[in-house]
């Protein structure tokens, strides 16, 4: 994940994204309300949207982009769905 977070900020220079979705994963890690393997699931799909989030945007695979947004958005807490939002909106899918 710190490799593609990285990667954002160096080949896309999108330091909004950046912040959010690394603010984002904090917050996923210190939910109270998740269990310990629906953290890991979700770290991992947003891990592989992140790294999808740093490669150009014509090369973006937007189908497996939408995928994994509407799979971490099923999986969060109510809590955090607002920020949730605002990351898919910096995304565009």
């Not at 160096?10 to 109270?32: C, M, P, S, T, W």
């Not at 309300?33 to 999808?52: F, N």
């Amino acid at each position: 994940m710190e490799v593609a977070l990285n990667n954002i900020h160096v080949y896309n220079q999108n330091e909004q994204l950046e912040h959010a979705l690394r603010e984002f994963a904090e917050a996923i890690i210190g939910d109270k309300s998740l269990a310990p393997d629906a953290k890991d699931e979700i770290i991992e799909q947003l891990s592989l949207l992140a790294a999808q989030a740093a490669t150009k945007k014509e090369s973006r695979t937007m189908i497996m982009m939408k995928a994994l947004v509407r799979s971490i958005g099923t999986s969060i807490p109510a809590a955090l769905i607002e920020h949730w939002d605002k990351i898919r909106v910096l995304i565009g899918a």
